[in-house]
């Protein structure tokens, strides 16, 4: 007769099969589960395994650690350490690049996001991972107001010491007043609404 033990381990290799035979079959449970704070948890440590180490002595920020100093430039040229030039404001960092699609469809929606809620709330700042020209002349284009850095894409960029090894893009992160990284979000917000419930959180 099998043990209690063996007995929940097939069990639990049968839940994992089926779970990942309807992920396959129904993608749109993927997508709801990515919308969710454990389904953001589970894709971030299945992208960690998968995510190359970074370069030695490059520190990769993991919830609830201080974010790593950085000097950036904005997108005029203007150099801008981080995190303090974010010090006193819940900030939201969101990570793109010009040719990544879902980032630009998102944009918009961070920026009615930033006019509705940054004056006294949480503020927007966009990091490119993308060069200068790139990025600024798709930020005219889209007329996205709120700042944006740029930094070039690589295994230490902005990107990968924000949490995200993997350089999946859009990565976002909401940031405290006192520079913490309090959470991240893999992949696209649907809209305005879905911002604010997250950086309520």
């Not at 740029?150 to 010491?161: E, L, Q, S, T, Y």
């Not at 940031?175 to 609404?193: D, H, M, Y």
């Amino acid at each position: 007769m099998p043990s209690n033990k063996a007995i929940i381990g097939v069990a639990l290799l049968a839940a994992l099969a089926g779970a990942a035979a309807s992920l396959y079959f129904e993608p749109s449970i993927a997508q709801r589960l990515a919308g969710t704070e454990l389904g953001q948890r589970m894709l971030g440590a299945v992208l960690q395994t998968r995510a190359p180490a970074p370069p030695h002595g490059v520190i990769v920020a993991e919830r609830g650690d201080i974010v790593p100093t950085m000097r950036l430039l904005t997108v005029d040229g203007a150099a801008t350490d981080i995190p303090k030039a974010w010090a006193g404001r819940t900030t939201l960092v969101n990570l793109w690049a010009s040719w990544c699609a879902p980032c630009l469809k998102e944009m918009p929606e961070l920026e009615a996001f930033t006019r509705e809620h940054g004056a006294n709330g949480t503020q927007v700042v966009g990091i490119a991972l993308d060069d200068a020209a790139s990025a600024q002349a798709m930020l005219q284009r889209l007329r996205i107001a709120y700042p944006n850095l740029v930094d070039a894409p690589g295994p230490a960029d902005a990107g990968v010491r924000l949490g995200n090894p993997a350089g999946v893009l859009p990565y976002t992160v909401l940031v405290s007043a006192e520079g913490r990284v309090l959470k991240t979000r893999i992949g696209p917000f649907e809209n305005r609404q879905d911002i604010a419930d997250w950086t309520q959180r």
